[in-house]
């Protein structure tokens, strides 16, 4: 497509607490090899840290980079308030700690025309910096941490339930009325959705990659997936039929390992079986994860493993009902078109 016939793009990022890798991740936007107009708008959360520095920094620098506030440090209302702020007709959603690949944009945009799609994506591609975080990440992009999701561990270019982040046509989001802003978690999911519901599509494809950095601890990354578990089954209750046998499996996994000590410790040994066969598989996946990475990283995959589905089990078991109810009564749309 000849550059005069581009579609302007609004890259929109909610950011809280980001100072490690703000700076970095507009970077990788504003050098991205796409010849159409650009803007950058950044939903700034109630930080602790030096981010809203730097983001005026980077306001000053650059005259395509805005920001707009997020009182409530909510992720779906600072996509919001982003969404509201901006005005192209592609809206890309980038996180403050995701490093967009050279062609992102560009690829995007000419998936979006080839497919008709309402929404496409491609690769969380989880990179650490230290062994913890390679061996996240190493958790994070096999089949035996997080299934078969393509967005974590690739696959051929195809129509998808969600994709990681996503690069909307802005038509799509005004439509549904944005983000559902009682989705803390799963918010992205529960989107992609509503838009499949009305006709739209999702396109997957490996073309298309994102950088991430994983949490830099082990309870960071255990809050993370028990937040994610947690409303995964709220999206459950709220949209009937949207459950599959991936998601159930880290929730049947607790159940199993909890009833398995507890008869192992009360009537019969043999019950320790059920925890010392999940022990020894997640060890036997972690061998093939690890390829390639430094002997401490290795060692910390398993331990990645379990706080990944151990997590995100209990937040999916634990999940009150009072939160679907509290996402029903808020049904309303929070992005209208002008």
């Known amino acids: 497509m000849p550059p005069h016939q581009l579609p302007a793009v609004s890259v929109i990022m909610p950011v809280l607490n980001e100072e490690r890798h703000l700076r970095n991740a507009v970077r990788h936007i504003l050098e991205q090899e796409y010849d159409g107009e650009m803007e950058v708008v950044i939903a700034l959360g109630p930080s602790t840290d030096r981010t809203d520095e730097i983001a005026a920094e980077l306001v000053a620098e650059d005259p395509r980079v805005h920001t707009v506030p997020n009182p409530t440090g909510r992720t779906p209302a600072a996509l919001n308030a982003a969404i509201k702020a901006s005005r ?52 994070m992009t096999s089949k035996i941490g997080v299934g078969n999701a393509a967005f974590h561990t690739g696959g051929e ?7 990681y982040l996503g690069v909307f046509r802005r038509e799509a989001l005004e439509q549904q009325g944005g983000y559902n802003e009682e989705f ?22 490996p073309e298309l990659k994102v950088s991430y ?18 409303w995964r089954h709220v999206v459950a209750r709220f949209h009937q039929g949207s459950i599959n046998l991936r998601y159930l499996a880290p929730p049947t996994a607790v159940a199993a390992i909890a009833a398995g000590i507890v008869v192992g410790a009360a009537v019969t040994p043999w019950g320790f079986v059920i925890p010392g066969g999940y022990l020894a598989a997640i060890v036997a996946g972690s061998i ?11 060692l910390w995959i398993p331990v990645a493993l379990a706080t990944m589905h151990m997590s995100w089990g209990w937040g999916f078991l634990t999940s009150p009902r009072a939160l679907a109810k509290k996402v029903i009564a808020s049904r309303r749309p929070a992005v209208m078109a002008p």
């Not at 093939?288 to 290795?298: E, I, M, T």
């Open 184 to 205: 803390i978690r799963a918010q992205d999911w529960e989107l992609n959705f509503r838009i499949r519901e009305a006709g739209g599509l999702i396109w997957f494809s």
């Open 213 to 230: 950095r994983p949490r830099p601890s082990v309870r960071a990354l255990a809050k993370q997936y028990k937040d994610y578990g947690r």
């Open 288 to 298: 093939p994860a690890g390829k390639g990475l430094p002997a401490k990283a290795r």
């Open 157 to 163: 270019a195809a129509p998808a339930e969600t994709v």
């Open 88 to 139: 192209h007709p592609v809206v890309v959603r980038v996180d403050g700690h995701g490093m967009l690949s050279p062609d992102y944009i560009a690829t995007a945009v000419r998936l979006l025309e080839e497919t008709g799609a309402q929404n496409v994506g491609g690769l969380m591609h989880a990179e650490g910096e230290n062994d913890w975080e390679k061996a996240v990440a190493a958790a």
